[in-house]
C-alpha cells in the first residue's frame, strides 16, 4: 500500500509522505492534549450565548470584581468610621477628665459669688441659673458647637436683647415669654449661633424684677459679662487637661 501510495504521488518521496504524516500524528497528539472551550463557547462559534466574545467576557470579570473590591473597601472604611465614634466606656474615664472640669465648674461659681459681693449694692447678680448651663458646656463638652464663642457670645447678646424688647412690647406674663423664647429660637437658626444655655436669658428677664432696671444693659450684664470669666477659667482647664493628666 505504502508502495502504491508513493507511485501514486510523482516528485515525492517516500521519505517525504512519511515525515509528513509524522507530523500530522503530533499535531493530532498535541490537540487532544489542548483544554476544551466553555461549553458557551463551543456551542456558539467560540462566543457566548448572549453574543459576547471570550475577551469582553474576561473584560465584564475584571470589571465585576472591580466593583466588588470597592464595595468591599467601602464597607470596612465605614466599620473604621464607626470604630472612630464608639462611645467611651466610664471604666475609660480618667482621674484628670473627671477631676479638672468639676474643679473648674467650682472656682467658676466661687470667682461668679466673689463678683456678686462687688454688685450687690446695684442688687443684681452674676450667679444666675443660665451661667451655670454654660459652665456644663464649657468643661465638659469644649469641643462641642454650644461652646464655640462665636455661639456663645452672639446668642447671649441676641436673646437678652430680645427678652428685653419682648417685655417691653407684652409686658410680664405667658404671652411676653411665649413670645421671647420662639424669637430666640429663629434668631440662633438665622445666624447659626446654636446655645442653648442663651435661651432661658429672656424668661430670666420677664420673671426677674430686680433685671428690669438695666434695660438693653441686660444684652451684656450678667450673661455676656459672665461668659467672659468663664472662657478665661475654660483655657485654664482645657490646658490643665491636655499636659497633666492621671
Excluded at 483544554?35 to 465584564?60: D, E, I
Excluded at 465585576?64 to 464597607?75: I, M, Q, Y
Excluded at 462665636?150 to 404671652?175: D, E, K, R
Excluded at 444684652?219 to 459679662?225: I, K, R, S
Aim: aromatic share 8%.
Amino acid at each position: 500500500m505504502a508502495l502504491l501510495q508513493c507511485q501514486s504521488l510523482p516528485g515525492i518521496g517516500c521519505s517525504g509522505i512519511a515525515l509528513a504524516r509524522a507530523r500530522v500524528q503530533q499535531c493530532l497528539a498535541a490537540a487532544s492534549h489542548a483544554p476544551l472551550p466553555p461549553p458557551l463557547l463551543r456551542a456558539n462559534g467560540g462566543t457566548s450565548t448572549t453574543g459576547r466574545s471570550p475577551a469582553s467576557v474576561k473584560a465584564g470579570d475584571a470589571i465585576g470584581f472591580g466593583r466588588r473590591g470597592r464595595r468591599g473597601l467601602r464597607v470596612v472604611a465605614e466599620a473604621a468610621a464607626a470604630a472612630k465614634v464608639t462611645p467611651v466606656s466610664p471604666g475609660g474615664v480618667s482621674i484628670s477628665d473627671v477631676l479638672w472640669p468639676s474643679a473648674g465648674a467650682f472656682l467658676a461659681m466661687a470667682v461668679l459669688g466673689k463678683l456678686d459681693q462687688v454688685v450687690a449694692y446695684k442688687g443684681v447678680s452674676l450667679t444666675i441659673a443660665p451661667l451655670g448651663a454654660v459652665c456644663c458646656v464649657l468643661f465638659s463638652a469644649p469641643g462641642s458647637p454650644a461652646a464655640k464663642k462665636y455661639n456663645m457670645f452672639v446668642a447671649q447678646i441676641g436673646c437678652a436683647a430680645l427678652g428685653v424688647l419682648a417685655l417691653s412690647l407684652f409686658g410680664p406674663g405667658w404671652l411676653a415669654r411665649a413670645a421671647a423664647l420662639s424669637a430666640c429660637i429663629a434668631f440662633m437658626t438665622i445666624t447659626g449661633a446654636s446655645h442653648p444655655p442663651a435661651a432661658s436669658l429672656p424668661l430670666l428677664f420677664i420673671d426677674g424684677p430686680k433685671f428690669h432696671n438695666l434695660q438693653f444693659w441686660y444684652a451684656l450684664f450678667p450673661g455676656a459679662a459672665g461668659c467672659v470669666v468663664l472662657c478665661l477659667i475654660q483655657e485654664v482647664v482645657v490646658y490643665l487637661k491636655k499636659n497633666f493628666k492621671f
